[in-house]
């Protein structure tokens, strides 16, 4: 079996249907991960122990997801120098615009690459990944290639079904 590539952790299990979107994207292009819930806030030693444990095993990359006052990304960032993919998730009555900035506005030194609010953003993420991954993986690359071909199709044939209907 494949070692681990990626790991993936959210700040609470109500993050995780957005956060499944960027497993999904994971497991359509056969990159094993590891997927938990973890708390920069509630449970900040079991982030750090991941952290430690994704050095240790040569993880490639981390995905964070995180709502509110959002820290988990920059948190992971801290203990680790893989590089860190952050998910602002749409969970708070702000709709998301907090975690967005806590994600995005790290303070210079310690990186995080931020991407979009929610499923979209988590989505992306695991694209991401990927891309991060293919730069070393021919294989990968093409399989990165064949995914944009299918999505192009996908749009042509629906912008077909609409044309036709008028
Ligand atoms: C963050 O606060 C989590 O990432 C989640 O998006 C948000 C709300 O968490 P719960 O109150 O649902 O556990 O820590």
Redesign the pocket.
Known sequence: MDSIKVGIL??????ITKMNKAAEILDHFGVRYFMTVA????TPERVIEIARRAEAEGWKILIT??????H?AGFVAAHTVIPVVGVP?D??SLGGID?LLSTVQMPGGIPVACMGLGSSGAKNAGLFAVEMLASFDSDLRQKLKDYRVEQKKSIEEKAAVIENQR
């Open positions: 959210m700040g609470s299990d109500s993050d708390s920069a806030h509630r997801g995180a709502g509110m006052a959002a988990l998730m969970s708070s975690a």
